[in-house]
């Protein structure tokens, strides 16, 4: 049996007036996680979007080009919790500066140190026209002691192709921190979720932003809700979900995923979607 324990946070966002409040809030998280003894724990997409709240010294409303000020801190930050907890942190997604240009990038620090970045692929139209985020160009996955983990972030989940290509390449489990402001977003990514975890017979690990950012740019409104979603049949829960967090509350939450049950269900599940697949009639991943 190979089993790893997930941790998700729906993270509140509110107003702060240091980097030590954003630290001490993340700190509180990591250490919840901790005592329930989790491997992994995830943070949701834009999060660190709470720091644009911090009052600037010039007087000036900060905006999404000030966030990878805090890029060095974030990364401090996270590793240091990561080494002293012994988990593997998925740090939401933090905006970093790289040749002039924005990016939208998903975190992992492991409990050696390490610091790996996904960018996310697909760009919402809100992204672009309003923050300029520019698009990754590479999708990776990670092999842990645990287990192999890929990090697709919010509007990537929509996308069945770039999930195929993750799970061709070893991925059991998808981490998707995801951020959305109303429930038809919200929606969007949670049934995209179920329908990747159903085709590809993985385990996805979502959540999102909850609260609100009254003094930032499109992060006035957030609909969140944290879940760890399994593909259906028989060995899982009916629906699909093995928990799930009440939406819009500021809490965590933790399940077991047990990786023999779905290699068994790849052999000899109801149906064999990867398996099954009729790469006669469309194109496989290259």
């Known amino acids: 049996m190979i089993r790893l324990r997930v941790s998700a946070v729906q993270y509140h966002l509110h107003t702060i007036d240091s980097f030590q409040q954003f630290a001490d809030q993340v700190t509180h998280y990591v250490k919840t996680a901790q005592e329930f003894e989790a491997e992994f724990v995830l943070f949701p997409e834009f999060m660190t979007t709470q ?86 160009e590479s999708v990776n996955v990670f092999e842990t002691e645990k287990g192999t983990i890929a990090l697709l972030t919010c509007y990537d989940i929509e996308f069945p192709e770039i999930v195929r290509i993750v799970r061709a390449k070893g991925a059991d489990v998808i981490f998707c921190p995801s951020c959305t402001d109303d429930r038809h977003g919200f929606h969007r990514v949670r049934y995209c979720c179920h329908a990747r975890a159903v085709e590809n017979q993985v385990y996805v690990v979502t959540t999102g932003t909850v609260g609100s950012l009254p003094t930032v740019d499109f992060m006035r409104a957030n609909f969140g809700q944290a879940a760890v979603i399994t593909p259906n049949d028989i060995p899982f829960p009916p629906r699909g979900i093995l928990v799930e967090g009440e939406i819009n509350d500021d809490m965590i939450v933790t399940a077991d995923l047990d990786l023999s049950l779905l290699y068994k269900v790849r052999e000899k599940g109801a149906v064999t979607t990867w398996r099954d697949r009729r790469t006669d009639l469309y194109p496989d991943w290259k």
């Open 51 to 136: 720091l644009l709240s911090i009052p600037s010294n010039t007087g000036k409303t900060p905006t999404i080009d000030d966030l990878p000020n805090y890029t060095e801190p974030y990364y401090e930050l996270f590793t240091s919790l990561a080494k002293e907890t012994g988990m593997y942190l998925i740090g939401g997604t933090h905006v970093i500066r790289k040749d002039g240009k924005l990016y939208n990038v998903a975190h992992l620090f492991t409990p050696d140190g390490q610091i790996h970045q996904q960018a996310k692929l697909h760009i919402t139209p809100t992204e672009v026209k309003e923050w300029g985020i520019a698009p990754g």
